[in-house]
């Protein structure tokens, strides 16, 4: 089950719990809960699997937040990738 975003906290305000199958995107990376969780990725990665997948953004602007690696397809249907050097970021054109 895709649950999108991962969320800390239900409609009740309890923690939200994932279930092994269920699939979450986190800063921007899709990842699989292996094992019963609420935790992040980071905070349990061994509740966490990295399915090597990341989340394609498509707008006329990029993102605000770019993460290292993310993808965007802008409006015209030119593909780019955020990327950082060392030095500095930015978006290249692929």
């Known amino acids: 089950m895709y649950n999108k975003t991962f969320k ?3 409609t009740q305000a309890t923690p939200f719990v994932y279930r092994k199958g269920n699939q979450v995107v986190f800063e921007g990376k ?3 809960c292996i ?3 609420s ?3 980071f905070q349990n990665p061994n509740a966490w699997q990295f399915n090597n ?4 953004y498509y707008g006329d602007t990029a993102p605000l937040k770019p993460y290292p690696n993310q993808i ?3 409006s015209t249907g030119i ?3 955020y990327i950082n050097d060392g030095n500095s970021s930015q978006w290249v054109q692929l």
């Open 35 to 37: 094992q019963e969780t």
């Open 53 to 56: 997948i990341t989340e394609t």
């Open 39 to 41: 935790k992040t990725p």
């Open 72 to 74: 965007w397809v802008s």
């Open 30 to 32: 899709v990842y699989t």
């Open 79 to 81: 593909m780019y990738t």
């Open 8 to 10: 800390f906290k239900n």
